[in-house]
């Protein structure tokens, strides 16, 4: 398993800002992926994070709007931009090192945008 | 798009009973997981069940699969208040490797 960790927690922002959310891995990692959680709601993917070259984007998410970096195999980040009330979300940074795919999480960061 | 769709959305059980929980999918799957979801925490997994099995044990867990109705249950036996959560099913497809999750059911353990 490896233990994930990200920054910040939660934080409450103000329409028009762009907030960025680190991820750190305790271990190097090949895939690693960033989800958001709207409230009471399942799990969508952003994006995967691809060390070295642009993140893979999923239908609806674009570069400009959330940009990702990942200068390593153990760490990323993700920038919500020119946020809105609807950014409102849990969003999580996830890693997999296994063959079957399973998913380690971090604690997930709780943006609230006024 | 969702793949796994959860059913109850919603459960309800006293400590010491038995909670069962359905999954269904529509495609072709590589494998199954479950997730549990503390409340404003992060996503745990739970179990996997690959698509050539039809039953798994994880402690208090019982999976199964069941690839021609396209359906998974979780039961969780002897519920403790602490099994309070989010329980997310989850299907890896071979077409991209990447899993989709569920809507998620909101189990509840009442003491």
């Known amino acids: 398993s490896a233990v994930i960790s990200q920054k910040p927690s939660r934080d409450i922002c103000q329409r028009g800002t762009s907030l960025t959310i680190q991820c750190q891995v305790d271990?190097?990692?090949?895939?690693m992926f960033w989800y958001r959680q709207q409230p009471g709601q399942s799990l969508t993917l952003i994006a995967t994070?691809?060390?070295?070259?642009?993140?893979?984007?999923e239908s609806g998410f674009v570069i400009d709007k959330f940009p990702i970096s990942r200068p390593n195999l153990t760490f990323s980040t993700l920038t919500v931009s020119n946020m809105s009330p609807e950014d409102s979300s849990i969003y999580l940074c996830s890693v997999t090192g296994t063959r079957t795919g399973e998913l380690f999480f971090g604690e997930g960061s709780r943006l609230t945008v006024l | 798009s969702q793949q796994g769709e959860e059913d109850p959305q919603a459960l309800s059980i006293q400590e010491g009973e038995n909670a069962t929980m359905n999954c269904s999918y529509k495609?072709?799957?590589?494998?199954l997981q479950w997730y549990r979801q503390n409340s404003g925490r992060g996503l745990v997994h739970l179990i996997l069940i690959r698509s050539n099995e039809r039953e798994k044990h994880s402690g208090r867990l019982r999976v199964t699969l069941d690839t021609s109705k396209k359906s998974s249950s979780l039961l969780i036996t002897a519920s403790r208040a602490a099994d309070t959560a989010s329980y997310f099913c989850?299907?890896?497809?071979?077409?991209?490797?990447?899993?989709?999750f569920g809507k998620g059911i909101t189990l509840s353990v009442r003491p």
């Open positions: 989850a299907t890896l497809t071979g077409a991209n490797s990447k899993l989709t």
């Open positions: 271990s190097q990692v090949t895939m």
């Open positions: 495609t072709s799957i590589n494998n």
């Open positions: 994070a691809n060390q070295g070259s642009e993140a893979t984007y």
